[in-house]
């Protein structure tokens, strides 16, 4: 396994700044523009919603007592150029009003009547279906070590940044025994997470108003058979 760049720290940050949440957002605007799950779930409307929906669940995550755990990879000017957030068993993206207060509301209500109610009836009904399915439980979001978002800026992938994260991640998981769990919406990151020592467990794709989308369901086991 690949040691990252020794010009770059990675750790476990609880009380972000502004600076490194626009950066997050910055980030994951730039790696998640073309993805077609991405613009399904904006309605059609990447461009606009997709920096409001992604600085939503960032700060959903990251600024919620409890809702999750976000670890970075810094460079030595201090710029964010990697994180993954995770939302620990017992917890679910936007499942309190705290964290729906954060942007959830905003994006919303920006999104086309057709937009809002795709968006519902996929994140809450046929998404959720197939996770449980691939994952083998119920409620499998509520109940595993849930990645939603895992980025590392271009010029930085393949050196070994999203492998340092991912094992900080399953040394917490460890602790309770929890699943690491994700899904992903590309299919050139299939080897990525294979690499890093998840588990393809589960492929769907789904039909939309604006076309077709994908995922890939991918677990970890931390607990020793």
């Known amino acids: 396994m690949k040691v990252p760049p020794p010009n770059i720290k990675i750790f476990e940050v609880k ?7 626009d950066q997050a957002v910055e980030l994951t605007v730039l790696l998640e523009a073309e993805d077609q799950s991405c613009r399904v779930w904006t309605g059609g409307n990447p461009a606009e919603l997709l920096p409001i929906l992604m600085r939503s669940i960032i700060k959903a995550s990251w600024l919620c007592e409890g809702a999750g755990e976000t ?19 017992g917890r679910d993206l936007w ?10 509301y905003d994006f919303m209500e920006k999104m086309s009547e057709e937009g809002r109610n795709y968006f519902k009836q996929s994140l809450g009904d046929q998404f959720p279906k197939y996770l449980d399915e691939s994952f083998g439980m119920p409620q499998s979001q509520f109940n595993t070590h849930f990645c939603n978002l895992a980025m590392v800026r271009p010029d930085y992938q393949g050196k070994g ?3 340092a994260m991912f094992r900080m991640a399953y040394e917490r998981a460890k602790q309770t025994g929890a699943t690491l769990a994700l899904s992903a919406g590309d299919n050139n990151n299939v080897v990525v997470y294979e690499h890093i020592g998840m588990q393809l467990v589960g492929h769907r794709t789904f039909q939309s108003p604006w076309g077709e ?5 991918f ?4 607990k020793e058979s």
């Open 15 to 21: 009380e972000p700044t502004e600076t490194m949440i």
């Open 71 to 89: 670890y970075v990879a810094i460079d030595e000017q201090n710029t964010l150029i990697g994180y993954s957030q995770w939302i620990p068993p």
């Open 95 to 104: 499942d309190s009003e705290d964290q729906r207060q954060y942007g959830y």
């Open 161 to 163: 940044i999203m492998s």
């Open 213 to 217: 989308w994908s995922s890939w369901a």
């Open 219 to 222: 677990a970890w086991e931390t």
